[in-house]
């Protein structure tokens, strides 16, 4: 009888994905998730032991991934990485943008260019560096969802810690997410991105063992919690799958309802 209706919108069997950072955290949530759905999943990490691990992870779960060194800062080396592997696969459909890196705890006025444009060339350049590449191969082939990993940064500033350049950043990627779908949504290639409150990974644990920091991030969330990958990925699914076939240029809030004050 095959799925029921709606159901089938998130199969996503015979569908190639490249997450980024897919070695740990967010993105290894969300390569498990679409591969649950059915999709042949790549990791694509500048780290080879993460990616080897993300790629354990997922066999340990009973899913096959392949894995590919990249680098997003490296618009060269995302141009051939692009190029090899709709060589091998015959085009990937689905591209997770979620390379990133956490930084903050300096003042503006502070800020080194070296800081400046380390993240702004991890969490935005390299959004756009992957979106370019993938997207040219989508609009070719007249389809493809591409899911970039925004955060609520992009919309309110981060209380107690200082961090304009990520919050740049991020406010970058939430317009790029737009203005891409703009210009792409009649050639059939959708593009969304997710915007998290304070998620538990590697990168946060930090500021979560603050003392100064973590209580007044509870305070400012309606839910009093943080979220977990899965939650993200939840998210990721949901726009890289045809249940969210209507969607292009929204950046969708998962924010525990921090952004409700």
């Known amino acids: ?3 029921p209706k709606y159901l089938a919108k998130y199969d996503l069997s ?3 994905a490249v997450v980024t950072g897919g070695g ?3 993105g290894l949530a969300s390569a498990h998730a679409l591969a649950e759905a059915g999709a042949s999943v790549i990791i694509a990490d500048r780290d080879a032991l993460a990616a080897a691990e993300g790629q354990r992870a997922l066999a340990r779960a009973g899913y096959d991934a392949q894995t590919v060194l990249l680098d997003v800062t490296r618009s060269d080396q995302v141009e051939e990485v692009a190029a090899d592997l709709e060589r091998r696969t015959g085009g990937v459909d689905i ?3 979620n390379a990133g890196i956490a930084r903050s705890g300096t003042p503006a006025e502070e800020v080194a260019d070296e800081l400046w444009l380390d993240v702004l060339n991890v969490n935005l350049n390299g959004v756009f560096y992957c979106a370019r590449a993938f997207g040219r191969r989508m609009l ?3 389809r493809g969802s591409i899911v970039n990993l925004g955060s609520m940064s992009g919309r309110i500033v981060n209380k107690p810690q200082k961090q304009s350049y990520y919050n740049a950043a991020k406010a970058g990627v939430h317009h790029l997410t737009r203005s891409l779908a ?11 991105a997710v915007a998290p409150t304070y998620i538990e990974t590697p990168l946060t644990r930090s500021g979560m063992a603050d003392a100064t920091m973590y209580p ?3 305070e400012m969330t309606p839910m009093r919690r943080v979220g977990q990958p899965d ?4 998210v990721v699914l949901f726009l890289a799958s045809d249940a969210a076939s209507l969607l292009t240029g929204s950046i969708v809030l998962a924010d525990a309802g921090y952004c409700c004050w």
Do not use: F, P, T
Not at 182 to 192: C, D, K, L, P
């Open 182 to 192: 703009a210009e792409w949504a009649e050639r059939h290639v959708r593009v969304n």
């Open 95 to 97: 591209l997770v943008n």
């Open 14 to 16: 015979g569908r190639v």
């Open 1 to 3: 009888m095959g799925l």
């Open 140 to 142: 070719e082939r007249q």
């Open 216 to 218: 007044v991030w509870l």
């Open 24 to 26: 740990q955290g967010i």
């Open 231 to 234: 939650e993200i990925a939840s």
